[in-house]
């Protein structure tokens, strides 16, 4: 999500890790000397980059496809169970994307694929302008209109309607106009989704012929993106702790404000499908797959938490039960009355089950960033 993201002054400066880099050769093996410890990285950042980043990007694609032909059906055939399909498609390529976010770095970024998918808040007043002036749209069109007024929450908006009082808009109260709309903006959204998952796999440069699959750089370390494992390690751990911080510092705790009288609706992401603790939930098994190395429910391979593990193994049992904990949290914001978010911060007893969520992320970042981040410190390679 681009909407004021509150990304922390990581302690890595503290650190003296550099960026991406990491620190060179001679820095890693002195600061390890006196409480080192051994780890081989290579399965871990195998696993992570082909298994994880591109498997989930390859999804990213292949369900804005699905949502692409779900947008083209309800154009050519307007009616209640086309709109419902292409309403559970928006929600199912939305699920990659928000996973995604716990490793928000490389191409997602060098390229603005963020903001051209999913920029927030939505600009309505021009969004309705345009609607409004002109009789047609194509996706060539939409392309070269600001990012705010394409992408996954244009999308939703034109799909669920405002969100105000319920979710579900029906196929009467959407125009022609609106569906034509809605299929270019899918049409650009999957041509983003595509370079994206190009970069990593095909090329991270299309001008330069020298330029290699994102994922070599990850695989193969000391090269211009990073000078070592330590780097990439670094670089996948501090991706972690970015979402975490979005999560409970930004996208849960700006709209639920200080007080039950400082709430703002309109900070809140996906309000308009009602999907965001569906999106935040998301957001934190993101981080989880990358900590654990899978998917849920697929086999074990090497995740971050082997490379705690073998620093200490105490410490990585106790961040998996806090990223566990933390999407617990979450999904229990809802409570048994179900409340999408925009309803709950505005609820005594809901408040108090977001503050609680509030406080799981609080601890899962202090954690990452204060006991996981400072073992590469320790780490022998």
Avoid at 86 to 108: L, M, T
């Amino acid at each position: 999500m681009i909407f004021k993201k509150s990304m922390l002054a990581i302690a890595t400066s503290a650190l003296l890790l550099t960026g991406c880099g990491g620190s060179s050769s001679n820095d890693e093996t002195q600061i390890g000397e006196e409480t080192g410890f051994s780890f081989t990285a290579t399965e871990m950042i195998t696993n992570l980059t082909n298994d994880i980043i591109v498997t989930g990007y390859q999804n990213l694609n292949n369900g804005a496809e699905d949502f692409l032909l779900a947008t083209q059906n309800l154009v050519n055939t307007p009616t209640a169970e086309n709109l419902a399909l292409a309403q559970q498609a928006w929600k199912d390529v939305r699920v990659p994307w928000e996973q995604g976010e716990a490793h928000i770095f490389g191409p997602v970024d060098a390229l603005s694929i963020d903001p051209h998918l999913d920029t927030w808040p939505l600009n309505t007043s021009d969004l309705q302008d345009l609607l409004d002036s002109q009789s047609s749209f194509t996706a060539e069109e939409l392309k070269s209109f600001n990012d705010d007024v394409q992408g996954f929450h244009t999308m939703e908006f034109l799909l669920f309607g405002d969100g105000v009082t319920d979710n579900e808009k029906s196929i009467d109260e959407m125009t022609v106009l609106e569906m034509e709309y809605l299929s270019a903006a899918a049409e650009v959204f999957e041509s983003y989704t595509q370079n994206l998952y190009d970069a990593w796999v095909v090329t991270n440069d299309p001008s330069d012929d020298n330029a290699l699959p994102y994922k070599d750089y990850l695989l193969t370390a000391n090269n211009d993106f990073y000078a070592s494992d330590l780097g990439v390690v670094e670089e996948l751990i501090n991706g972690m702790i970015g979402i975490v911080d979005e999560v409970g510092n930004g996208k849960i705790a700006e709209p639920f404000g200080s007080n039950i009288e400082s709430i703002d609706t309109s900070k809140v992401e996906s309000q308009y499908s009602w999907n965001s603790l569906a999106d935040f939930t998301d957001n934190i098994i993101g981080v989880q797959n990358v900590y654990r190395g899978e998917f849920a429910d697929q086999a074990d391979k090497e995740g971050i938490i082997d490379f705690v593990n073998a620093a200490d193994s105490d410490l990585a049992s106790r961040v998996d039960t806090e990223i566990s904990d933390a999407i617990a949290a979450i999904e229990a914001i809802a409570g048994t009355d179900n409340l999408p978010f925009r309803q709950a911060i505005n609820d005594a007893d809901a408040r108090v089950r977001i503050q609680a969520a509030v406080d799981a992320l609080s601890t899962l970042q202090d954690s990452l960033e204060n006991d996981v981040l400072i073992k590469l410190q320790e780490w022998e390679q």
